[in-house]
Structures are given as structure tokens and as C-alpha cells.
């Protein structure tokens, strides 16, 4: 069974950064497939943060543009999201999927958390 597992979240000031990688199990997932990035604030409902396709083309949510940079390696098997000058707004726990998704991947994501 395919997994994806998100890390690199954790606890930072406003206007810092962070680096979340999600690894597949399988390349399977990789291969031919758009791959994005959500996620869910408290109280708020699941959202696409990013997504890029197998070649590297992107597209951001109007909020993060130009603060956030979507990234994969296709050998590894791996998608990155590079956070740059976070904002409180930007607490939510974050999580990688298949575009559009797939139930079966949701994993337990990475929490961020925007606070002074």
C-alpha cells in the first residue's frame, strides 16, 4: 500500500520559514502524477495550497504566492514546500496528496504553527 509522509512543520516566528517534505513509498504515485499540497487550519476546511506537475509546472493559491515554492524529485520520490515570510494565517496542519485527490493517501500531515 502507497504512503505519503509529511515532515518538517513545527514552531515559528512571523515572517520565518520552513522546508515540509512528503515522501511516497512507491514511485508509482510519482510517476505521471500531479502532486500537491493542502491543508487545514482550526476550524477551517481542507484546502490546495499548491500543486505541480510531473514536468515541474505549478500553480498557488492566490495567498501564498510568492511567499511559498512547490518542488519535486521525481528520482526520490519526493515533493517539497518551501514557506517563506509565514504569517500567523499560515498555522494549519499541512498535508501532500495526489491532484485531485485520493482518499486512500491522506496521511497525519505536518502541523506548522505562525505565532510570536
Known amino acids: 500500500q502507497v504512503q505519503l509522509v509529511e515532515s518538517g512543520g513545527g514552531l515559528v516566528q512571523p515572517g520565518g520559514s520552513l522546508r515540509l517534505s512528503c515522501a511516497a513509498t512507491?514511485?508509482?504515485?510519482?510517476?505521471?502524477?500531479?502532486m500537491g499540497w493542502y491543508r487545514q487550519g482550526p476550524g477551517k476546511v481542507r484546502e490546495l495550497v499548491a500543486r505541480?506537475?510531473?514536468?515541474?509546472?505549478?500553480n498557488y493559491l492566490d495567498s501564498v504566492k510568492g511567499r511559498f515554492t512547490i518542488s519535486r524529485d521525481n528520482v526520490r520520490n519526493t515533493v517539497f514546500l518551501q514557506m517563506n515570510s509565514l504569517k500567523p494565517e499560515d498555522t494549519a496542519v499541512y498535508f501532500c496528496?495526489?491532484?485531485?485527490?485520493?482518499?486512500?493517501?491522506w496521511g497525519r500531515g505536518t502541523q506548522v504553527t505562525v505565532s510570536s
Open positions: 496528496n495526489t491532484y485531485p485527490t485520493r482518499y486512500s493517501l
Open positions: 512507491s514511485g508509482s504515485i510519482f510517476r505521471d502524477n500531479i
Open positions: 505541480i506537475t510531473s514536468s515541474g509546472s505549478t
